[in-house]
């Protein structure tokens, strides 16, 4: 595979953020809602909303990211056909660099249809499509120096990466001195444990769902499948809890303590991407130098805001709205976080944009972050 057409790196004030690559599944999600059932025969039904949008462990945290204000660089592979070009293109909407990305004319975009219910659940169509076809010889391993952050994202979908392969992208990431983060795709087997496991065990931080983590691990109690994983040499762990927020780690594989993040109520008008959202907000968090639970806190508040919106790119405008709308949940985290902006992107409480008209709880439904998974 060559790389693909770039649409080049983003100037200005984003040139002058923390710079991150993303590598791993890049998926175009094609979303309608509401859907309460599927027609029976040639039949149709009209919808409120129909979305196209960049989606995945990569490119959906990658847009997240490029909102909250870094530079950000997808790795990954695609197509060559018009799913390629519509994803790429919603990528360079949002500023992200698609350089990194490899076309394969072996197979189709990977590609999801959601049919998204009146209560934001989200079955999925999902074709696997190109995303396994990334292979160690596609990643610049020479061109991560520089970057100050690198997620993995979904390395149990990258089907072309052997463990070895997984391993050496994770050192090349450490040895340039970027912190490193670890996400999966798939619903969870001990089988992918044992393969993405050394390199959980060379990586900073580990970001599943509840429910995933226990696949992976085989165990029934959240506190020794953290253990698990810590025990590999992982920094930390966070585990996104759907509706129950997420609990964050402190310590080490055999002295470690347990913070929990409650979720932040809203209404919700889809799930898909809610776990891509936490991600980009804990990682941006990180970068600005917070502890881990004030990064949750800002992951968790971006989660919430994507589930305000149709498709994994929805509900989330800036790091500003994100800061404004965490203040009414914790005002001492959103003005802690605040504080490790430059003086220049400060934002006085209470007067940050936020057009999304998230921050209202009365009678909300709580959102749910990374409570769904595919098969890739």
Known sequence: MTAAPGHGAVSGEAAAAHRVAVIGPHIL???GRPVESIPAGQGSTR?????VTAAGTAAGTGVDLAKLGNYVRSIGAVGTDLLADILIAALAAHGVDTSGL???ATAQTSATI???RPNGERPALHVPGATRLLRLEDIDLAGLAGFDAVLLGGPDALAGLSDADLTAVVA???NDGALVAVDVLHPGSERDFTRIGPALGGADWFWPNADQLLALTGRADLERAIADVLSLGTGGVAVTLGADGCLVTAGTSTDFTL?????????VVDTTGCGDGFDAGM?????????????????VACGALVATGLGSDAGLESLGQVLDFLRAASSGAADRIGARLPAKHRVPAGTA??????????????????TGERMA
């Open 114 to 116: 959601l049919p998204i």
């Open 353 to 370: 944009a936020n057009s999304s008209g998230a921050t209202s709880t009365v009678g909300a439904s709580t959102s749910g972050i990374g």
């Open 172 to 174: 090349a990431a450490k």
């Open 283 to 299: 990682l941006t968090g990180l970068l600005l130098g917070c502890d881990p639970v004030d990064a949750a806190w800002l992951g």
């Open 29 to 31: 999600d094609v979303l």
């Open 259 to 267: 913070t929990h993040i409650p979720a932040i109520a809203v209404d």
């Open 47 to 51: 919808l409120t909303e129909i979305r």
């Open 102 to 104: 490899v076309p394969s």
